[in-house]
């Protein structure tokens, strides 16, 4: 059977293998993954609540006329060698009011607290409280960001897009489509391109104390290029969620203009899974102009093998018993690599 014959969607001789013929009809069905643009209504509900204050953060209190009470290591002191630790069990030390528990509590309910305290020892207390100290609480990073120190939740609200700037995010190592946002034991998966695709959603995403933030590694996140390209190899996805064919051949210096055949450009997905379900072959005549924009938005995945044929190629099934076997095989080889090296 010629390429000719063969009908898009329809199976070939080789019952393993799909071809479908990249169209501007296929392009907008649901062929390659879509942006999740959808982000789940609970993150864009949750909305932070008053700062409450925990072990190890640090108050300082201002008792206004009582300089003995608000700066007892002395007023030439630095602001945070006046503050008062809280311990472990969320309780501190306060002259005349003595140990009172205040994990829990916001800035406003431990003012209360001591000035009403107070009252039985000085005359209208006045008294002010701040935090001079934010150790209590934090949010946790990991992966492929320049910096993975704990970020503290502090009175102003943490946004995911503020805590994403504050971390940095290494761009050649990272899988922006692959962000974990671990929350009350449920993990959310958010693609950054779709969060920061125009409407900012990502500044809209607030933090909680003890959210854990994942951004995985583009080590796996290759498209293997082979054939009559100028320079054949594996492309990473870099810091883009997606890649196009336009993109991939753009990488590796094109379509060889000696050797290769325009017509016969194909991209082979599923290959290293045959056992559960065929191959598909998309298939790309890439000799009119109209065919660079089809490339331009056909959107690759991870692992997918494209494959510029050489020029004289006219039966399919011949081509395809020598194509098949060689993205199995880069496949497979890329998949064990990787698992041994992690």
Do not use: C
Not at 153 to 164: D, H, M
Not at 169 to 195: C, E, Q, T
Not at 248 to 274: E, F, M, W
Not at 308 to 321: D, E, K, P, Q, Y
Request: proline letters at 6%.
């Amino acid at each position: 059977m010629s390429e000719k014959g063969l009908v898009r969607g329809t199976p070939t001789d080789n019952s393993q293998v799909q071809l479908v013929t990249i169209t501007p009809q296929l392009l907008a069905g649901d062929h390659s993954p879509v942006l999740n643009a959808a982000v789940p209504q609970d993150l864009l509900s949750y909305q932070p609540g008053p700062y409450r204050i925990g072990p190890g953060d640090s108050l300082y209190i201002t008792v206004w006329d009582h300089p003995e009470l608000t700066s007892p290591a002395g007023t030439q002191q630095q602001t945070a060698a006046n503050g008062r630790l809280v311990r472990s069990d969320g309780t501190l030390f306060y002259p005349y009011v003595g140990s009172i528990k205040v994990g829990g509590m916001t800035i406003e309910e431990v003012r209360q607290t001591i000035q009403s305290k107070l009252a039985k020892y000085v005359t209208k207390p006045q008294v002010d409280v701040s935090i001079v100290g934010y150790n209590s609480q934090h949010v946790l990073l990991q992966g492929a960001f320049m910096k993975t120190d704990p970020q503290p939740i502090t009175s102003v609200p943490l946004t995911l897009a503020q805590a994403l700037g504050t971390a940095t995010i290494n761009s050649d190592r990272a899988n922006m489509s692959d962000l974990v946002l671990s929350r009350d034991g449920r993990a959310y998966h958010l693609d950054l391109a779709a969060l920061y695709d125009g409407r900012g959603l990502a500044k809209d995403i607030y933090l909680k104390p003890g959210d854990h933030l994942l951004l995985s590694y583009n080590d796996a996140e290759e498209v293997y290029v082979m054939g009559e390209v100028m320079r054949p190899q594996a492309v990473t996805f870099r810091a883009l969620a997606y890649l196009t064919l336009t993109q991939a051949l753009g990488r590796v210096g094109g379509l060889n203009p000696v050797t290769s055949n325009g017509k016969a450009v194909y991209v082979i997905r599923g290959a290293n899974d045959l056992k559960n379900a065929p191959a598909k072959v998309f298939h790309l005549d890439a000799r009119s102009p109209s065919a660079f924009a089809l490339a331009d938005d056909f959107r690759l995945r991870p692992g997918d093998v494209v494959f510029v044929g050489a020029a004289g190629i006219t039966r399919w099934n011949r081509f395809l018993s020598q194509l098949l076997p060689s993205a199995t095989l880069v496949t497979s080889a890329a998949a064990a690599n990787y698992s041994a090296t992690h």
